[in-house]
T-cell receptor, first 110, second 115 residues
Framework: EDQVTQSPEALRLQEGESSSLNCSYT??????LFWYRQDPGKGPEFLFT???AGEEKEKERLKATLTKKESFLHITAPKPEDSATYLC???????????FGKGTRLHILP | GAVVSQHPSWVICKSGTSVKIECRSLDFQATTMFWYRQFPKQSLMLMATSNEGSKATYEQGVEKDKFLINHASLTLSTLTVTSAHPEDSSFYIC???????????FGSGTRLTVV
């Protein structure tokens, strides 16, 4: 069965304290791995799509990387406005649907 | 670009009544729309996949007679929660695949409260 596991469940950082969020997956035939940001009471906001091991993408203070078993979302020198839940999702096999992990709730303290 | 507009943002209804949630793709054609449900501090759980012009495919455990999905055009999909009960209170979100490289875009969600 396809599975997506995110860790940690929650993370509190001081402003400027860099860290990484993990997304490990067990799927047959990965077609894409997605990172989203979700603010309370809102729909997920697209951040990155990664397709193959070794791929990296960056956007402002965020950088996503992918290996054959996991993906990392690195956040460099975070600011309070980076506080949100970060969701990882994968698309596998022939399905168009994607499977979400439970997310990491990130809180950046000023 | 690639915006999915979801309405209403929130709705309160009485137990036993029905509620309709709309999702419109504003600047692209959504052949396939996905409907999710999210409980507090939980992840998104896929309820069903709707394809334009055909019947929706429901995930295991989701009652198709309770959650009616209509995808009559390439820009509009609706989810109707029929005979709603308090346990149906949740955050409902729709999503559409934009392109292979862009991925999926999500609506802003609907907070349903059944009293």
């Amino acid at each position: 069965e396809d599975q997506v596991t995110q860790s940690p469940e929650a993370l509190r950082l001081q402003e400027g304290e860099s860290s990484s969020l993990n997304c490990s997956y067990t799927v047959s035939g990965l077609r894409g791995l997605f990172w989203y940001r979700q603010d309370p009471g809102k729909g997920p906001e697209f951040l990155f799509t990664l397709y193959s091991a070794g791929e990296e993408k960056e956007k402002e203070r965020l950088k996503a990387t992918l290996t054959k078993k996991e993906s990392f979302l690195h956040i460099t020198a975070p600011k309070p406005e980076d506080s949100a839940t970060y969701l990882c999702a994968v698309q596998a096999g022939r399905d168009d649907k994607i499977i979400f992990g439970k997310g990491t709730r990130l809180h950046i303290l000023p | 670009g690639a915006v999915v507009s979801q309405h209403p943002s929130w709705v309160i209804c009485k137990s036993g009544t029905s509620v309709k949630i709309e999702c419109r793709s504003l600047d692209f054609q959504a052949t396939t729309m996905f409907w999710y449900r999210q409980f507090p501090k939980q992840s998104l759980m896929l309820m069903a996949t709707s394809n334009e012009g055909s019947k929706a495919t429901y995930e295991q455990g989701v009652e198709k007679d309770k959650f009616l999905i209509n995808h009559a055009s390439l820009t509009l999909s609706t989810l109707t929660v029929t005979s709603a009960h308090p346990e149906d209170s949740s955050f409902y979100i729709c999503s559409a695949r934009v392109t292979e490289s862009y991925g999926y875009t999500f609506g802003s969600g609907t907070r349903l409260t059944v009293v």
